[in-house]
């Protein structure tokens, strides 16, 4: 075994839970407009959106998290995890790697992604973004093999392959060999991947079939205590509009924060 389960959701705990910066981001967002949370023409209530909100935000942590337990694994085989943060593009702009590593002087560049669900414009612009980044690691290891690969985690969406593979032949760099891979097929090319692969899947599915699943956790915005030590934390101009006597504003107090103590007793203590 590479990982024990507990030290998997371990990782998957320090992106997903959200935390004070969390809600004191949410709250920030919700005061800013509050219509789209209690609008009149909105057929779904404020908590309703709240739901939302995390859904989405959890979505982006959970590629996050995809990306920082493959480089766990990819450790746990033996390969050298290299610097991700590899430099910036010829406009100035930053370009972070998903996956950098290498061994036995072939350095392996890494752009993975949850699902090949992606519309022509953004398809487009990821590969011009892949390149970019591939031009970058050949400037910076001009003296070793290259292997660039494009990485979909979720085997069951293939909607832009005739693409990829098209755009991956227009590539003809020396000394460079790419590659686009689906679900395992990432984890078949490396030494001993194919075990690490099922282990992925069985901490998943292990996940799945736990109550710990159930990531989508929302305060109860009148009563929670983490909700009102990011009241007490808010700038004055939004709690200065949280207070305020608009009609969009008292509806979201009735809605969010009536059945509780928490906007008196932040008063009390701001």
């Known amino acids: ?74 450790a746990k085989l033996g390969y050298t995890n290299l610097n991700k943060a590899a430099g910036r593009d010829e406009n100035g702009n930053k370009l ?28 487009r612009g990821q590969f011009i973004n892949f390149d970019k980044k591939l031009q970058l690691i050949r400037r910076l290891y001009p003296k070793h093999k290259i292997i660039g690969i494009t990485w979909f985690i979720d085997s069951t969406l293939v909607k832009n392959r005739k693409f990829y593979l098209n755009e991956i032949k227009t590539i003809n760099y020396p000394n460079v060999e790419l590659f686009l ?56 101009s939004y709690w200065r509009k949280l207070n305020s006597n608009k009609e969009q504003y008292r509806q979201l107090r009735k809605e969010l924060f009536s059945n509780g103590p928490n906007l008196e007793r932040v008063k009390e203590n701001r």
Not at 40 to 58: D, Y
Not at 195 to 205: D, G, N, P, R, S
Not at 216 to 223: C, G, H, L, Q, R
Request: charged share 25%.
């Open 96 to 123: 972070n790697i998903d996956q950098l590593f290498m061994k036995d002087e072939t350095i392996y560049m890494v752009e993975q992604k949850i699902r090949d669900d992606h519309d022509s414009t953004k398809k």
């Open 1 to 74: 075994m590479f990982l024990q389960y507990e030290e998997f959701i371990s990782e998957l705990n320090k992106k997903i839970k959200s935390g004070s910066d969390f809600y004191l981001k949410l709250l920030q967002t919700v005061i800013s407009n509050p219509n789209r949370y209690c609008g009149l023409f909105r057929l779904s209530n404020a908590k309703t959106k709240l739901i939302q909100n995390v859904t989405q935000s959890n979505e982006i942590k959970f590629g996050d998290f995809m990306e920082s337990i493959v480089t766990l694994y990819i």
């Open 181 to 236: 891979y689906y679900g395992e097929q990432f984890f078949d090319s490396l030494e001993n991947g194919a075990t690490a692969w099922q282990e992925i899947l069985k901490h998943l599915m292990q996940l799945r079939m736990s109550n710990n699943n159930d990531l989508v956790y929302i305060p109860d915005f009148a009563n929670d205590e983490e909700i009102y030590q990011a009241l007490l934390q808010l700038p004055v």
